[in-house]
Nanobody, 114 residues
Framework: VQLQASGGGLVQTGGSLRLSCAASGSKRSMTVMGWSRQAPGKQRELVAHITDDGDTNYGDSVKGRFIISRDNAQNTVFLQMNSLKPEDTAEYYC?????????WGQGTLVTVSS
């Protein structure tokens, strides 16, 4: 399975970005797709995940600002990030749970300037 993330970049405080992650190479259902992030010098943390029937879960630091969604037909997960803050600066990684296997994509860098 390959996960290809895109959409990162530089944005000012208060701005928005939309990340995408397309999965390929598996015919099995991806029961969970999501995003985590890692800032320099910090541990990786959950951002959000979504199940194949649409249930969502968010990290406390992004609740009310980020929205996760997915297109099951395209095996793609999206992360709409609004009201961005400098503390959202991090490498963002997408992942997918396929059976009992957790697959990770490469990171996409999000930088929020103050």
């Amino acid at each position: 399975v390959q996960l290809q993330a895109s959409g990162g970049g530089l944005v000012q405080t208060g701005g928005s970005l939309r990340l995408s992650c397309a999965a390929s190479g598996s015919k099995r259902s991806m029961t969970v797709m999501g995003w985590s992030r890692q800032a320099p010098g910090k541990q990786r943390e959950l951002v959000a995940h979504i199940t194949d029937d649409g249930d969502t879960n968010y990290g406390d630091s992004v609740k009310g600002r980020f929205i996760i969604s997915r297109d099951n037909a395209q095996n793609t997960v999206f992360l709409q990030m609004n009201s961005l803050k400098p503390e959202d600066t991090a490498e963002y990684y997408c992942y997918a749970l396929i059976g009992q296997r957790l697959a990770w994509g490469q990171g996409t860098l999000v930088t929020v300037s103050s």
